[in-house]
């Protein structure tokens, strides 16, 4: 009988945790599993891979498409832009009292994503913003016709994701940047190496790691914005999460179930993107102690 | 440092840091030009008088506080659980509230609209109450993960086991540990996890839009679409609320270090 006690702990136990349990399981778990198993089914409920097929046509690749590279674009230059901001603050270029601010500005904008953004971009470089206005009246440039760049356009999406992904890039990466040791540079430098070298032989290879696995994070970031692209470019711009809207509101598609499959390739990346990440992350982490 | 890099570092910050003046400054600028030639606050007093304005505006707050307080419940109990009876369970219960950052917000929203509908065995979405409930619902998952870190931060500094024996010992119950000994010791971490919560709350857009809730996010996004300046105005001061709730957050995490050096 020694093994009575323990079985009657081991179900109190887990009662304290039967609210949470319930609540992911309501409002998490089973919604997403409803649109995975749905991504499989037709419209009778039997088993198919048609509708992962039917991915393949209409406007659907072009938008996957438009969409990646909307993501990679504001991710590469979010990491290049804020990798350079963090370093510049943590290597001691400028005074350092700038970073403490720089830390909690990156704190707010990384999540400031949504409507406001857009329209304070609009309200910058559209057609009557406030950059578009001087550069016509000092400068006479047009910023469409002799510049080819429009808010309502790839570009202008990229320009405009990147206000919250530099400072997201800056806050991730700032804590590895701090990683990197004194000694390592010393070392290489008793040894006769220049800064050129120490950075493309000791410092980039221990932080590729972190560097990669946030650009994983920042793709994914971009990938899953909607409210942004909806209120910046209305449907001029044909990005999946748009064309996913549009498919909720009014079955777009013509075949619900089609609709499930485009959300579940949405679920596909966005994991993809963000296994990379804690992966990498935690290969980087036994370097930066 | 070589002068050279340090031109650099200079050259690099400022670009960034005009990147993110600009926007700022052409909405700002943008807001007050309502009448012609002269700055004023016209557009501002004319979306404050919105009627529509006040209503979504209520509804969005009045959603946030929901949400802040179904958090609460849910996050501040398990995470407690968790670090008392069950700390092997941290990683998966960690796992499972990072997952909405994984599943784009408009998937998990689908999912509630095809699982939750009239004809469901749980028909949310048929009346005003039952959706309204379950965007408070599909909000408190959203902040789950914010929630989720900030109080289990918060519960990291003080001793759980020994509060919890303690309370026990004088008769306390669960409720009376919970809500008289365990949130006032976390209610800082709690506050800063409250005001992101309302943050992303009150201009959220997607699960509003999707849901048709008559919420701030959405309303904005419309009146982008048909008024000259009044969506600037409303830009202007839903990116101060957010400003607002981040400077709370600051401001509570320092007074909570203050306080802990002063006990100390």
């Known amino acids: 009988m020694s093994s009575a006690p323990i079985h009657r702990r081991l179900p109190l136990t887990w009662l304290g945790l039967l609210p949470f349990i319930i609540f992911v399981t309501l409002f998490l778990i089973l919604p997403t599993i409803h649109i995975v198993i749905g991504a499989f089914q037709d419209r009778s409920g039997t088993f198919t891979l048609q509708n992962l097929k039917d991915l393949n046509t209409g406007t659907i690749p072009s938008s996957y498409w438009i969409s990646v590279k909307i993501s990679v674009a504001s991710a590469a230059l979010g990491c290049l832009i804020g990798f350079g901001m963090a370093a510049a603050v943590t290597f001691g270029a400028v005074p350092h009292w700038i970073k403490a601010p720089l830390m909690t500005f990156s704190g707010v904008a990384s999540n400031f994503a949504g409507v406001p953004l857009a329209f304070a971009f609009l309200a910058t470089f559209g057609p009557v913003g406030l950059v578009t206005v001087f550069l016509r009246n000092n400068f006479g440039i047009v910023l469409q016709r002799d510049l080819g760049f429009s808010i309502l356009s790839f570009w202008g999406l990229t320009v405009t994701y990147l206000f919250f992904q530099i400072p997201l890039m800056i806050l991730i990466i700032t804590p590895a940047l701090e990683g990197l040791r004194k000694e390592w540079r010393e070392a290489a430098e008793v040894l006769g190496a220049t800064s050129a070298q120490y950075w493309r032989m000791v410092a980039l290879p221990i932080l590729f790691p972190s560097l990669l696995g946030t650009f994983a994070l920042l793709f994914a970031n971009a990938f899953g914005a909607v409210a942004t692209a909806i209120a910046l470019t209305g449907s001029a711009l044909n990005i999946v999460p748009i064309q996913l809207f549009a498919q909720i509101r009014g079955d777009v598609l013509g075949n619900p179930n089609l609709g499930y499959a485009m959300a579940f390739g949405m679920i596909v990346i966005t994991a993809i993107a963000n296994v990379l990440y804690i992966w990498l992350r935690i290969r980087a982490e036994r370097w930066l102690k | ?264």
């Open chain 2, 1 to 264: 440092m070589s002068l050279y890099a340090r031109i650099t570092g200079w050259i690099v910050l400022l670009f960034g840091l005009s990147y993110f003046a600009l926007p700022l400054l052409g909405l700002t600028e943008f807001s007050l030009k309502a009448r012609r030639g002269v700055y004023s606050f016209d557009a501002y007093a004319k979306i404050i008088g919105d009627p529509e304005f006040q209503a979504t505006f209520s509804y969005s707050v009045a959603m946030a506080l929901v949400t802040i307080i179904m958090g609460i419940l849910i996050v501040v109990p398990t995470a407690f659980w968790v670090r008392l009876r069950m700390p092997w369970a941290r990683p998966y219960v960690e796992f499972v509230t990072l997952l909405p950052l994984v599943i784009p917000a408009i998937v998990i929203v689908f999912g509630y609209i095809r699982l939750y509908n009239t004809s469901s065995w749980l028909p949310l979405t048929g009346s005003v109450m039952g959706t309204n409930l379950l965007l408070a619902f599909g909000y408190t998952t959203l902040a789950l993960p914010y929630m989720y870190r900030a109080v289990d931060t918060g519960l990291r500094t003080i001793d759980v086991g020994t509060l919890t024996e303690a309370a026990q010992s004088l008769g306390a119950g669960w409720a009376t540990i919970l809500g008289r000994v365990i949130l006032p010791n976390v209610l800082v971490a709690v506050m800063s996890g409250a005001f992101l919560t309302f943050a992303i709350v009150i201009g959220e857009f997607t699960l509003a839009a999707l849901l048709d809730r008559p919420a701030f996010g959405p309303y904005l996004q419309r009146i982008g679409a048909n008024k000259p300046y009044e969506p600037f105005a409303l830009s202007v001061i839903s990116f101060a609320i957010t400003w607002a709730c981040m400077g709370l957050i600051q401001l509570t995490n320092r007074l909570s270090k203050h306080t802990k050096a002063a006990a100390r």
